[in-house]
């Protein structure tokens, strides 16, 4: 439909600032855990949202660009995770077949035939939608004309310079493009201060809890380790914003990777956070504690004292070992069911690998009397797939960080869903 042309461009863009600087700095040679909507750069260069068909064969992938409707095998190395902010646009192709062509008379089925390749070269079709075909899931249409393609074609994607990823906590003067980067940027940077400082790393096995679910592929983790640290932040947290009215100490013209605190709406606590992206009105912040993406009027975004800044965040990103979504992505029930079998309680976690932005993770409650882990319970209640894609070998002992003392989570107000 040529009503979505700006917008087919406008994502194709945003999808090209997210990967091809991902790209250029991390120099992708292997296959991310994908899922079955990805990121796709075309042998035209340009790039669109696929769908994944099969597995890999001669390090070729064949994708469906579902907003186009025509199929491509492309190398492995040009597909990249979609961004979860293109989740929930509406695919913008839809399957159609011309109407009763075998009734018409010869010269009516030569006018549609003719059409149609007008299309495929590029010319814009009228066509009217005659009915829903629900056997074969596509649409009957009749061609009613043909017109030129008025749409002016969009400006080239600039190509991103080749420069260092900004680090978190200092600013620079080129940041990445796009809010997406910038959270992954920050991601992966707090996870390695967080883990250096609790001396955390793959085999590591703590008691830890669930702080915030965006589903079984994100999720955020906290150790159990330095509950009273934690508590203690937060009461002089508390007491410094306290003191501070509400147009004092606002942080001027944030710069996505600058730390500061901001108030979470739900139950207006500061709490300390990383600018992800500038808006017009205020910021979109990352809560590193916790795991959070918010937008935050500007006025509530304020400047964080030095005592409260000198500690690494206390959770960081996980993905849950060898589960992947029954359907193209996780539901809101499969990602409820999760939240239920994690929220408030007492986990053991078993880092089983590492990666840039987030850790693999193998979940089990602790006291649990059956000993499933988390994984089990899902693929076992069909709320997720098995996805062989690491071996779990028993965990050594005296590798792990483990103790069964469960002390308890920290007050539920900090458990954000």
């Not at 508390?238 to 100490?249: A, C, F, G, Q």
């Not at 590492?354 to 209640?381: A, P």
């Amino acid at each position: 439909m040529t009503s979505v042309d700006a917008d087919l461009w406008e994502m194709s863009k945003k999808l090209a600032d997210v990967n091809e600087y991902r790209t250029i700095e991390h120099n992708q040679k292997t296959p991310e855990n994908l899922g079955l909507l990805c990121s796709v750069k075309g042998k035209d260069e340009k790039w669109y949202r696929g769908l994944v068909q099969f597995l890999p064969v001669n390090s070729q992938l064949r994708v469906l660009y579902i907003d186009y409707g025509f199929f491509e095998s492309v190398k492995v190395e040009n597909v990249y995770r979609l961004p979860p902010e293109f989740f929930s646009t509406p695919i913008m192709a839809f399957p159609c077949s011309l109407f009763s062509l075998g009734d018409e008379v010869e010269a009516v089925k030569t006018q549609q035939l003719s059409f149609l390749k007008a299309g495929l070269l590029g010319k814009v079709l009228d066509v009217e939608i005659k009915r829903f075909e629900e056997e074969q899931h596509l649409y009957s249409i009749t061609v009613i004309g043909v017109e030129e393609n008025q749409v002016a074609e969009p400006k080239p994607t600039q190509k991103l310079p080749k420069m260092k990823a900004p680090t978190v906590f200092e600013r620079e003067e080129e940041s990445p493009q796009c809010g997406y980067l910038n959270c992954e940027t920050i991601m992966g940077e707090a996870m390695a201060k967080t883990l250096k400082e609790e001396e955390l790393d793959v085999d590591s096995v703590f008691v830890g809890y669930v702080e915030h679910v965006q589903n079984p592929n994100i999720f955020w983790v906290r150790s159990q380790k330095l509950n009273d640290e934690f508590e203690e932040m937060m009461t002089k947290m508390t007491d410094n914003y306290s003191r501070v009215k509400l147009d004092e100490d606002v942080l001027l013209n944030p710069e996505p990777g600058t730390l500061c605190c901001a108030v979470y709406e739900k139950d207006m606590h500061f709490y300390r956070c990383v600018v992800a992206e500038s808006l017009e009105h205020g910021s979109e912040v990352l809560f590193i504690d916790f795991g959070n993406i918010e937008k935050v009027p500007r006025m509530m975004i304020k400047k964080i004292p030095e005592t409260l800044a000198k500690k690494a965040a206390f959770a960081f990103c996980c993905t849950l070992v060898n589960v992947f979504p029954m359907d193209e992505f996780w539901t809101t029930a499969k990602t409820a069911f999760f939240r239920r079998a994690v929220s408030n309680k007492a986990l053991r976690v078993h880092i089983v690998q590492k990666g840039k932005n987030k850790c693999v993770v193998d979940l089990s409650v602790v006291g649990d009397d059956n000993n499933q882990s988390i994984t089990e319970l899902l693929i076992s209640s069909k709320q997720a797939q098995y996805w062989n894609n690491i071996a779990l070998e028993p965990v050594v002992k005296h590798k792990s960080n483990f103790h069964g003392k469960n002390k308890g989570s920290c007050d539920s107000r900090h458990h954000w869903e």
